[in-house]
């Protein structure tokens, strides 16, 4: 039996060449069974709680940098192609320093391809906020101006110092290399497609980074345009398609084929075909 301190949230790699039972084990020691693995394999699982129980002595538990299929606690596939959908959260600035920033909104390029869930970003600390919720509207970059994706689903009263988050229905599809532009306006305005930023009620107030300066890409001015080399403190979250062939680095071919793994530094080891197959 081994336990294994986790992240709650985070997504673990469990490889197993005999048949075991994961449970999540909760502060007062009592266990929640979250799958039973039966067949030697690995195996893709979310802990929902700070420490994961696995049966039996033998098998490696690493932690996964890409997240396991939507709505899965835990899951195993095999023969390769499309097993689900998976978070890829992407950070807009690279962490440089901050500073305070009122802008119009940002323009960033999209480094994959995917539909936009969620944007987080971190409030500007020591200045007052105006109190009035401001939504978040998303355009494609393109030769003849912005075109329009989509609307935030919430307006988002902004706070200091806290990560103020804003979400997105399915079907904000951005491409890898788009430029997108991320405008920030009032409830009266929230409607119009016509491209344009709001005044001061309807500005994002938040933590920003500076940025080498590339052309299109920064911190909106009051005309709309990059004007500011700085992108916001924060990341967007991403749904595409999860590709075993992502995931896949190592075959299963024989229970002393793990050995080799424990003598060296761990990534990511998942969803293997079993041995019976």
Same mark, same amino acid.
């Given at each position: 039996?081994?336990?294994?301190?986790?992240?709650?949230? #985070?997504?673990?790699?469990?490889?197993?060449?005999?048949?075991?039972?994961?449970?999540?084990?909760?502060?007062?020691?009592?266990?929640?069974?979250? !799958?039973?693995?039966?067949?030697?394999?690995?195996?893709?699982?979310?802990?929902?709680?700070? *420490?994961?129980?696995?049966? %039996?002595?033998?098998?490696?538990?690493?932690?996964?940098?890409?997240?396991?299929?939507?709505?899965? =606690? !835990?899951?195993?596939?095999?023969?390769?192609?499309?097993?689900?959908?998976?978070?890829?959260?992407?950070?807009?600035?690279?962490?440089?320093?901050?500073?305070?920033?009122?802008?119009?909104?940002?323009?960033?390029?999209?480094?994959?391809?995917? #539909?936009?869930?969620?944007?987080? =970003?971190?409030?500007?600390?020591?200045?007052?906020?105006?109190?009035?919720?401001?939504?978040?509207?998303?355009?494609?970059?393109?030769?003849?101006?912005?075109?329009?994706?989509?609307?935030?689903?919430?307006?988002?009263?902004?706070?200091? /110092?806290?990560?103020?988050?804003?979400?997105?229905?399915?079907?904000?599809?951005?491409? *890898?290399?788009?430029?997108?532009?991320?405008?920030?306006?009032?409830?009266?305005?929230?409607?119009?497609?016509?491209?344009?930023?709001?005044?001061?009620?309807?500005?994002?107030? !938040?933590?920003?980074?500076?940025?080498?300066?590339? #052309?299109?890409? %920064? !911190?909106?001015?009051?005309?709309?345009?990059?004007?500011?080399?700085?992108?916001?403190?924060? /990341?967007?979250?991403?749904?595409?398609?999860?590709?075993?062939?992502?995931?896949?680095?190592?075959?299963?071919?024989? #229970?002393?084929?793990?050995?080799?793994?424990?003598?060296?530094?761990?990534?990511?080891?998942?969803?293997?075909?079993?041995?019976?197959?």
């Amino acid at each position: 039996m081994m336990t294994i301190d986790t992240t709650p949230g #985070e997504t673990y790699a469990i490889t197993t060449s005999e048949p075991v039972r994961v449970s999540a084990l909760r502060e007062d020691g009592s266990e929640v069974l979250l !799958c039973s693995m039966t067949e030697p394999g690995q195996y893709l699982v979310v802990a929902p709680t700070g *420490a994961l129980r696995v049966s %039996g002595s033998s098998a490696l538990v690493t932690r996964s940098f890409r997240s396991a299929p939507a709505g899965a =606690l !835990c899951r195993a596939a095999s023969g390769g192609g499309v097993i689900g959908i998976e978070s890829a959260v992407l950070p807009f600035a690279p962490g440089d320093g901050t500073d305070n920033l009122n802008a119009g909104g940002f323009a960033f390029e999209a480094e994959v391809s995917g #539909e936009l869930r969620r944007v987080a =970003l971190k409030g500007r600390s020591g200045y007052e906020f105006h109190k009035n919720p401001v939504w978040l509207k998303v355009w494609r970059r393109m030769e003849g101006g912005p075109v329009w994706l989509g609307l935030s689903r919430e307006g988002v009263v902004q706070v200091n /110092d806290r990560v103020n988050v804003w979400t997105f229905d399915e079907g904000l599809r951005l491409a *890898a290399g788009d430029v997108v532009v991320v405008s920030s306006h009032r409830e009266e305005a929230k409607e119009s497609r016509e491209y344009g930023v709001d005044g001061t009620e309807g500005k994002l107030l !938040c933590r920003v980074e500076a940025i080498a300066h590339r #052309e299109g890409i %920064g !911190c909106l001015d009051d005309a709309g345009a990059p004007g500011w080399d700085y992108l916001p403190e924060g /990341d967007m979250t991403l749904a595409r398609p999860a590709d075993l062939a992502d995931y896949a680095q190592v075959a299963l071919r024989e #229970e002393g084929a793990f050995d080799p793994l424990h003598t060296r530094a761990q990534t990511l080891y998942v969803l293997q075909v079993s041995t019976t197959s």
